[in-house]
């Protein structure tokens, strides 16, 4: 059972950058799925969330307007659109999913993390 975030990558303030999270062991559809963060020096931070009980979809207002979380059933994979990339954007980005039926309040709540990917935003 395993996540695998990937598409990480160096790039210029207001760039674009996509990341993938492909699940193997398990099927997505049955968990809530998250996108976290965690910049140099801080903690880990919630970006994205799509619940498993309505698939409604909440961001961090940080990244409002400008990420976007989307999944592919058939790929069993997930996706992180970031546009209008910032410097403070900068992290290791990780996927991880809980059974829980909605976003949960604390990170702690996800049950099973991804290996991040490194996304580096700068001139």
């Known amino acids: 059972v395993q996540l695998q975030a990937s598409g990480g990558g160096l790039v210029q303030p207001g760039d674009s950058l996509r990341l993938s999270c492909a699940a193997s062991?398990?099927?997505?559809?049955?968990?809530?799925i998250g996108w976290l963060r965690q910049a140099p020096g801080k903690e880990h931070q919630g970006v994205s969330c799509?619940?498993?009980?309505?698939?409604?979809?909440t961001y961090a207002d940080s990244v409002k307007g400008r990420f976007t979380f989307s999944r592919d059933s058939a790929k069993n994979t997930v996706y992180l659109q970031m546009n209008s990339m910032k410097p403070e954007d900068t992290a290791v980005y990780y996927c991880?999913?809980?059974?829980?039926?909605?976003?949960?309040?604390?990170?702690?709540?996800?049950?099973?993390w991804g290996r991040g990917t490194q996304v580096t935003v700068s001139s």
């Open positions: 799509i619940s498993r009980s309505d698939g409604r979809t």
């Open positions: 062991g398990f099927t997505f559809d049955y968990y809530t």
């Open positions: 991880a999913v809980t059974l829980g039926s909605s976003c949960p309040q604390s990170l702690y709540e996800y049950s099973r």
